[in-house]
């Protein structure tokens, strides 16, 4: 998963510019192993298509744009510090804290770090990100991520003509930014200098500047007596401001509550969802269309079933269930001509009967028969004394289109006989 990491102006600079989507930035895109694949400085509404393509941005907010305090703050759980933290920050801010988000780091020697920042100006870049196709946006301020050292102020500065942002890590890791504005009548690198001998004092101080300025800066220190053995000058590049950020946990995204956590990439899932969703619409055609087929069947089946029955009996004007009240027809035509039905007592009694006798007529202890009765259609037997050969019937009744079972509920053996037709 690429990142993109970038150094964003200002808010007074962009606040002063026509359109700030059209102020240059540096960045650098890093791959998931830390290095830099591409890097350069480019206006921001440029790399809406990098943006788009990749899985995280990492906005390095101007030390200026945000407050970074350490303030004593008793033990507290996560819901109650977050709703602490606006009054805790309250005396530090010339502003309403309800106007600024709030979010705090680590615990540190009983000094909890709390970094702040306007909300206005974090909705907007959130507003301006989201639309170039973000999907996971972090916002974490430059001195956050400035490595420090013990017992050195450590510096980086970047070049915003006229103006220079200077982002300064003190040994106390306290850490403040400022914009330095240069007069006519100065040079950037005598001004960069002059603030930091009054901000370090006499402390040890190391200085990240430009790759095209490293020969102005180191004059500027050569030339100023007591500075040589004080300060150092190096190059600034992205790999120091990749490691810085790694280590980074005052994300002020989270203080807003948007895109602030892992999103899912539906863009990658597109085609498989595409797929999907095409396999159930064929899928859900297909069985409507096999549902209406069948509905059709089943019509013509009824009507032709409907029409044979009418044309059978044309007295009848209620037809609700043809094939039973064909069967009814049928069983009553039989009764009236002197054929039994299937289910009568005498057809189910004498199938009984020459089951019974081949069955019965090998064993050795046959049970007896000890009652018989018909009701519901069905014959029911009682049986005493031997074991009653329940399978064998069964077999032989089926051949005679009967059906045998035990009645549970008795406590003797007793078979409910039934007719199949």
């Known amino acids: 998963m690429s990142t993109l990491h970038i150094r964003l102006p200002s ?4 606040d002063s510019a026509p359109q700030w989507l059209a102020l240059s930035c540096p960045f650098a895109l890093v791959s998931d192993d830390g290095n830099i694949q591409n890097e350069g400085v480019a206006p921001l509404s440029s ?5 788009a393509k990749i899985q995280r941005v990492v906005l390095l907010l101007a030390a200026g744009d945000v407050t970074v305090l350490r303030i004593k703050v008793p033990p507290l759980s996560a819901a109650r510090l977050k709703a602490a933290l606006p009054n805790l920050v309250e005396e530090h801010l010339l502003c309403d804290p309800s106007e600024c988000v709030v979010v705090a780091g680590r615990m540190e020697d009983g000094l909890r770090t709390i970094a702040v920042a306007q909300r206005a100006w974090l909705d907007s870049l959130t507003k301006a990100f989201i639309a170039f196709g973000a999907r996971k946006i972090a916002a974490l301020p430059e001195q956050s991520c ?3 050292q013990p017992g050195i102020v450590t510096a980086s500065i970047y070049e915003r003509n006229p103006d220079i942002d200077l982002t300064l890590r003190l040994p106390e890791q306290d850490s403040i930014g400022l914009t330095i504005n240069i007069g006519p009548d100065e040079t950037a690198a005598n001004r960069v200098i002059q603030t930091l001998c009054a901000v370090a004092h006499e402390t040890p101080v190391t200085l990240y500047v430009p790759q095209a300025a490293m020969r102005a800066y180191q004059e500027a220190v050569a030339d100023t007596p007591g500075l040589k053995e004080r300060f150092s000058v190096s190059a600034d590049n992205w790999t120091r401001w990749v490691a810085g950020t790694r280590g980074a946990e005052l994300d002020l995204m989270a203080g807003t509550g948007t895109n602030a956590g892992p999103g899912l990439d539906w863009r990658t899932w597109r085609w498989p969802l595409a797929l999907a969703a095409a396999v159930l619409l064929v899928n859900v055609s297909a069985l409507n269309i096999e ?5 059709s069947e089943a019509h013509a089946l009824r009507s032709a079933m409907t029409q ?3 044309s059978a009996y044309p007295n009848e004007s209620v037809i609700i269930d043809p094939i039973a009240q064909m069967q009814q027809k049928i069983a009553t035509a039989k009764r009236d001509s002197g054929l039994a039905a299937a289910d009568d007592f005498t057809s189910i009694t004498a199938a009984f009967g020459e089951a019974w006798a081949g069955v019965t007529a090998t064993m050795a202890a046959r049970p007896s028969i000890a009652a018989l009765e018909y009701r519901d259609r069905s014959l029911s037997v009682r049986l005493s004394g031997g074991e009653a050969p329940t399978q064998q019937m069964k077999a032989a ?5 009967l059906s045998l079972e035990l009645d549970s509920s008795q406590s003797a053996t007793v078979w409910e006989i039934r007719s199949t037709k």
């Open 47 to 51: 790399l809406s298509d990098m943006i």
């Open 11 to 14: 808010k007074a600079a962009a």
């Open 291 to 295: 549902w209406w087929r069948f509905k």
């Open 146 to 148: 400035l490595q420090g």
């Open 308 to 310: 044979i029955y009418k």
């Open 397 to 401: 009744l089926a051949g005679r289109d």
